[in-house]
């Protein structure tokens, strides 16, 4: 999506929801009072999270004024850290990894299922609304590579079969169970041997 469309569908205005404006409340018993600017990054993961996993600069301004600090500020950081997405993404946001782990691991094959399954370019939005995708460096899982995050789950130990099934997965409403799909336990080798030094016993 253009710069230019982001822009035009901003939402004009942007509140927390009741249970956010909750969770925001316990947010800020943990800053001193002089100190509560401090709340401003889980306070733009609140807003991501109530507005389909983007944050429009109404919601940017709401938290300016909420935490009493200037509304550049709270988009200086915004846009500081990728964690926190200034324009609109999918509902299943895929985040690819093409480190050198995951490149050596085949992690160009699946920048292509993405492109041939979801959009020829990245950071634009599946025409069901479903997905989106862009690359990333180092999602620090690279003993599992190749490895993708889809919204806040890790999916590893993949290939462009599993990919292909990860998304179709989706668009069935049956997500499959994010970790490594070549059935590892966290980073745990794929074959065991016994202390005794003896590899074929």
Same mark, same amino acid.
Do not use: H
């Given at each position: 999506m253009?710069l230019k469309?982001?822009?035009?569908?901003q939402?004009k #205005?942007?509140?927390f929801t009741?249970?956010?404006?909750?969770?925001?409340?316990?947010?800020l018993?943990?800053?001193?009072?002089?100190? %509560?600017?401090s709340a401003v990054?889980p *306070?733009l993961?609140?807003?991501?999270k109530q507005?389909?996993?983007w =944050?429009?600069l109404?919601a940017i %301004?709401?938290?300016?004024?909420?935490l009493s600090?200037?509304?550049i500020?709270v988009y200086?950081?915004?846009t *500081?850290?990728?964690m926190?997405n200034l324009?609109p993404?999918?509902k299943?946001?895929?985040q690819?990894c093409?480190?050198?782990?995951?490149?050596l691991r085949g992690?160009a094959?699946i920048?292509?299922v993405c492109k041939?399954k979801?959009s020829k370019?990245e950071?634009?939005?599946?025409?069901?609304?479903?997905?989106s995708?862009m690359?990333?460096e180092c999602?620090?899982?690279c003993?599992?590579?190749?490895?993708i995050?889809?919204? #806040?789950d890790?999916f590893?130990?993949? #290939?462009?079969?599993?990919t292909? %099934?990860? =998304?179709?997965?989706l668009?069935?409403?049956k997500?499959?169970k994010?970790?490594? *799909?070549?059935?590892?336990?966290?980073t745990?080798?794929?074959?065991?041997?016994?202390?005794?030094?003896?590899?074929n016993?």
């Amino acid at each position: 999506m253009s710069l230019k469309k982001v822009y035009e569908n901003q939402p004009k #205005d942007f509140v927390f929801t009741e249970t956010n404006l909750k969770l925001a409340e316990e947010i800020l018993k943990k800053y001193p009072n002089k100190n %509560k600017k401090s709340a401003v990054m889980p *306070f733009l993961y609140l807003a991501q999270k109530q507005n389909n996993n983007w =944050i429009p600069l109404a919601a940017i %301004k709401y938290i300016g004024k909420y935490l009493s600090m200037p509304y550049i500020r709270v988009y200086e950081i915004a846009t *500081f850290y990728s964690m926190y997405n200034l324009a609109p993404v999918g509902k299943n946001f895929f985040q690819v990894c093409t480190t050198s782990p995951c490149l050596l691991r085949g992690a160009a094959k699946i920048v292509e299922v993405c492109k041939n399954k979801i959009s020829k370019k990245e950071n634009e939005v599946s025409k069901d609304g479903l997905f989106s995708w862009m690359e990333v460096e180092c999602l620090g899982a690279c003993v599992n590579a190749p490895v993708i995050q889809i919204n #806040d789950d890790y999916f590893e130990d993949l #290939d462009e079969k599993s990919t292909t %099934k990860i =998304i179709e997965s989706l668009q069935n409403n049956k997500p499959l169970k994010p970790g490594s *799909f070549r059935g590892r336990k966290n980073t745990a080798p794929e074959k065991s041997y016994k202390i005794s030094g003896d590899q074929n016993a």
